[in-house]
């Protein structure tokens, strides 16, 4: 009898609402960490000139719902795990890994930006010492077949 009374009043109202933010706090952290992997691939998707097309928002919502799945099994986890531990230590770190995840993406968008906008003075310096028009549309088509492959 002495256990089910230890059990009652472990589970206070100050530890569920402690333990349901934290679960809480961490899965709203994990969605903005999507939507700026998103905002980051459309600054590169503009960089590049690539058109930006309603795939990447479908992925993006796809991308929440694959980990929102993943991270119902750790708050089952941590459930259980709150008889013996009081913080969502489960939820925390696959927390964590999604943030990593979306952190090494953001990442390479940026680097995909920056080397888009790199190239972008020197197609201009081409362009302007052409000697003449004929050679600066030469160099203009060429800029225009690369960008249709990287399309394609």
């Known amino acids: 009898m002495n256990l ?18 934290l679960i809480f706090c961490t899965w709203i952290c994990n969605v903005l960490a999507v939507l700026i992997d998103l905002w980051t691939g459309i600054e590169k998707a503009k960089a590049k000139g690539e058109k930006i097309r309603s795939g990447g928002l479908r992925r993006t919502i796809t991308k929440i719902g694959d980990y929102w799945k993943v991270q119902a099994f750790g708050l089952m986890i941590d459930v259980f795990g709150s008889l ?38 020197q197609i201009l310096s081409q362009i302007i010492s052409a000697n003449n028009q004929k050679d ?17």
């Open 136 to 152: 600066a549309m030469k160099i203009l088509q060429a800029i225009n077949n690369t960008l249709s492959k990287k399309e394609e």
């Open 84 to 121: 013996f531990y009081s913080c969502p230590f489960a939820s925390m770190a696959i927390g964590l890994g999604i943030i990593a995840i979306e952190g090494r993406s953001v990442i390479e968008n940026l680097r995909e930006k920056r080397a888009s906008a790199a190239d972008l003075p």
């Open 4 to 21: 089910d009374l230890d059990i009652v009043t472990h589970y206070t109202h100050g530890f569920v609402v402690f333990f349901a933010a």
